[in-house]
């Protein structure tokens, strides 16, 4: 399974996406404008094992802000959303309140319909993430992709019931392997984040959940075929959540 991919934006898009769907599962294509929703939607033909899903990439939302409506109006027909979020690194700070914006009318739509799950970007924002997230608690479920706040800030968003998805590139440092020896357990999934998340200059691709369970079953302390296990009772959970 892979809860968080840019299946789209691959060299050889349909070819990677034919591949993923055989392959997985599961597989959440996650995109960056409404745009781009509409326009993968129309090129790449519906498989059982995908869920396609509109979004707002935080990186670029100062540039696509226009199609927020469109995104609103997205929301109501989908599972789910992603990738949405708020980025406060400093080469996207100037735009941080664009950023907010967008994320509280996403938030707040999310709401209106009933909960959506979100796959959330948090960089440098993860107190101002759950600080919109807790004002609406009817929200849905929140799934922290790449997660990269403190340990403090992870204690806060398990504590909001947020999920979290990892994938292989989190291990490259110590900071993203202590992060994930410390999420809770029995909400983790496995993710890519790919062709943007690279191991040695190779983009991730959508089948690396066993890449994924091998980094992480030395720092849960269990077997590889425990955490592949694990990973894989967790997933389909959180199926159940997006109601696929």
Known sequence: MDFHCHLDLYPGAREVYREAAKRNEFTWLVTTSPKAFAATSRALEPLPTVLMTPGLHPEIAHERAAEL??????IAGAKAVGEVGLDGSPRFRAHYQVQRR????????????GGRTLSIHSRRAVRDVLGELG??????????????????????AAALGCWFSIGPAMFDSASGKALAAAMPRDRVV??????????????????SES????????????????????????????????GW
């Open 211 to 242: 890449q994924t369970a091998e980094g992480l079953a030395p720092l849960w302390r269990l077997s590889t075929e425990e955490t592949t296990s694990a990973l894989a009772q967790n997933g389909r959970a959180l199926l159940k959540l997006i």
């Open 190 to 207: 496995p993710e890519s984040d790919g062709p943007f998340a690279k191991i040695e200059g190779k983009p991730v691709m959508p089948w």
């Open 102 to 113: 967008i994320f509280s009318a996403v938030i707040a739509r999310c709401v209106e319909v």
């Open 69 to 74: 409506d469109l995104l609103l109006e997205q």
């Open 135 to 156: 004002r609406n608690p009817n929200f849905g479920t929140a799934v922290l992709h790449w997660f990269s706040g403190t340990p403090a800030e992870l204690r806060a």
